[in-house]
C-alpha cells in the first residue's frame, strides 16, 4: 500500500513538473512575442515622428522611451537645450538598434534618428 502511495505521489510530481516548465515555456514565448510586437510598433510609427512634433505627440506614437537623456549623451554629437528620447530595440544589445528623438527646450521634435549596428 505504501508503493501505490509513492508512485502517485510521483506522478503528481512529474506532472507538476510539466506543468511548471509548459508554463516556463509560455512565458519565454509571450515575452519574445511582446518584443516583435514592440519593435514592429516602433519601427512602423517612428516615420510619424517628424520635425515639429510635440513631445506628448511622440510619446502617443512610441510609448515611453526607454530613457531620456541630454542630446548627445550616448550618441552622435552633444547639442545644447536638447533633450533625446532613446528607444531601443526589445532585444538590444543582442540586436544593436535604438530609435532616437531629439526635442528642444520647448518640447518639439528637432531630429530623429536609428542607430544601428552592422
Not at 506532472?15 to 519574445?32: D, E, H, N, Q
Not at 520635425?51 to 545644447?80: A, D, N, Q, Y
Amino acid at each position: 500500500m505504501c508503493s501505490g502511495f509513492t508512485v502517485g505521489a510521483g506522478v503528481r510530481m512529474r506532472y507538476k513538473a510539466a506543468v511548471f516548465v509548459l508554463a516556463l515555456v509560455g512565458l519565454v514565448a509571450l515575452t519574445i512575442a511582446w518584443g516583435f510586437y514592440r519593435n514592429s510598433r516602433i519601427d512602423t510609427r517612428f516615420s510619424a515622428v517628424h520635425v515639429g512634433v510635440s513631445e506628448m505627440e511622440v510619446v502617443r506614437l512610441l510609448g515611453k522611451p526607454s530613457w531620456i537623456e541630454p542630446c548627445g549623451k550616448s550618441f552622435g554629437t552633444p547639442k545644447p537645450n536638447c533633450n533625446e528620447y532613446i528607444y531601443r530595440n526589445s532585444f538590444a544589445p543582442l540586436i544593436p538598434e535604438y530609435y532616437s528623438v531629439m526635442l528642444d527646450s520647448g518640447g518639439h521634435v528637432l531630429d530623429t534618428y536609428v542607430y544601428e549596428s552592422p
